[in-house]
Structures are given as structure tokens and as C-alpha cells.
């Protein structure tokens, strides 16, 4: 499995936009990008992926760059509600992949 | 509504003891996987199954089992309970093919006296 790096910790004025990074440079070809997010001590949260194209749902955006070897997933406009810490992670397509491997994560804060 | 649910939320245990933790899903998911998460550290694979009768060793699987005789469950036992295996314990399933999220549980705190 592809290994992500993260900054540790974020902060994000509420209303603004986030952007969260990752650097995922050993990423292959049958590999996406997850992000998931996990609110104090609640389950983990899925929030969206991709493979190579951007994507957007009602919850954020995802950016991959042409190369794959980064992405930035973007909150349009943080609430104090998403403070948490957020993960990115690669994923298999292949049947032996499936597995969901978290690294560190970023902690981020929502300040008012 | 479908849903994954963790059984019992809270325990405490004594050191030696055997423990199942349990873990049912409604959707019909093939894969699901167990996962802990320590203090200020993330989640880490403690075992995973791909379907019935198959299982899986994650990262951190010593001294933890798991069976998989049906769709709908995947318990995991902890054969003589350590003060170490003290954590938060996090069930997960997701459908195959690939290209789906993952739905938690809500989490188990286990604690081993």
C-alpha cells in the first residue's frame, strides 16, 4: 500500500476554506485516494475520494494533482463542526487492497 | 435503515481474561475489518475478512482472533486479555467492488484491569 504523509495539525478561521494536504508519491496506477475524518472519539467518517479527476460532493472537494502524487481536500466553508482529525488514505482496487491502512492524520481546528 | 453496530460499548475486563467483542452489519458487506485506536495515535488493522470463512492479520493482530462464519458478523476475541489491548476497538464494513466507503462502528472501549 501507497504511504501518506500529512501535517500534523491545521487551523482554519470558521467560514473559511480549508485545505488539507497530502503526499501520497508512491501511489500506483489502481490506487485511489480516500479521505475520511474522525469527529473527537466517533467512528471515522467517510468524506470522498477519487483517482484521478477532482471531485466534489456535498461535504468537500478533492483536488489530485495530474502527477497523483498529491492531493488537498477542501472544506468551502469550515464550521466549528469539523473540527476533527482528518485522514488521507490509499486504497487498492484489487480484492487483496480493500483494506483501509490510517496514518497519523491531520488534527484540524476550527477557531471562531 | 442499514447499520453497523459494536456490542457492548463499554467493558472492563481482568488480565487473563478471554473477550469477544462484537460487531454486526446490516448491509451485506463482504469485507469488514477490526481496528484500534490508542490514546493520541490513529487507527490501526488489527484483522480483516474479505468474505465468510476468510480472515486476515492486520498490523497489530497478536493476541486477537477473529471467525467469520457468517456475512452479517465478525467477532473479534481477545484469547487472555493484557493490560496492553486496553483501547478503543472500531468494527468497519464496505461493499466490494472497490470503489465504496466504509461505514464505522461507533466503537468499543475496552478496558483491562
Known amino acids: 500500500d501507497a504511504k501518506t504523509t500529512q501535517p500534523p495539525s491545521m487551523d482554519c478561521a470558521e467560514g473559511r476554506a480549508a485545505n488539507l494536504p497530502c503526499n501520497h508519491s508512491?501511489?500506483?496506477?489502481?490506487?485511489?485516494v480516500y479521505w475520511y475524518r474522525q469527529i473527537h472519539s466517533q467512528g471515522p467518517q467517510y468524506i470522498i475520494h477519487?483517482?484521478?479527476n477532482n471531485e466534489t460532493n456535498e461535504m468537500a472537494s478533492l483536488i489530485i494533482t495530474e502527477d497523483r502524487k498529491s492531493s488537498t481536500l477542501i472544506l468551502p466553508h469550515a464550521t466549528l463542526r469539523d473540527t476533527a482529525v482528518y485522514y488521507c488514505i490509499v486504497r487498492g482496487i484489487y480484492q487483496g487492497a480493500q483494506k483501509l491502512v490510517f496514518g497519523q492524520g491531520t488534527r484540524l481546528t476550527i477557531n471562531p | 435503515d442499514a447499520e453497523i453496530t459494536q456490542s457492548p460499548r463499554h467493558k472492563i475486563t481482568e488480565t487473563g481474561r478471554q473477550v469477544t467483542l462484537a460487531c454486526h452489519q446490516t448491509w451485506n458487506h463482504n469485507n469488514m475489518f477490526w481496528y484500534r485506536q490508542d490514546l493520541g495515535h490513529g487507527l490501526r488493522l488489527i484483522h480483516y475478512s474479505y468474505g465468510v470463512q476468510d480472515t486476515n492479520k492486520g498490523e497489530v493482530s497478536d493476541g486477537y482472533s477473529v471467525s467469520r462464519s457468517n456475512t452479517e458478523d465478525l467477532p473479534l476475541t481477545l484469547e487472555s486479555a493484557a493490560s496492553s489491548q486496553t483501547s478503543v476497538y472500531f468494527c468497519?464494513?464496505?461493499?466490494?467492488?472497490?470503489?465504496?466507503?466504509?461505514?464505522f462502528g461507533q466503537g468499543t472501549r475496552l478496558t483491562v484491569v
Open positions: 477519487g483517482l484521478k
Open positions: 508512491t501511489i500506483s496506477g489502481n490506487e485511489y
Open positions: 468497519a464494513s464496505s461493499e466490494s467492488p472497490w470503489n465504496t466507503e466504509a461505514f
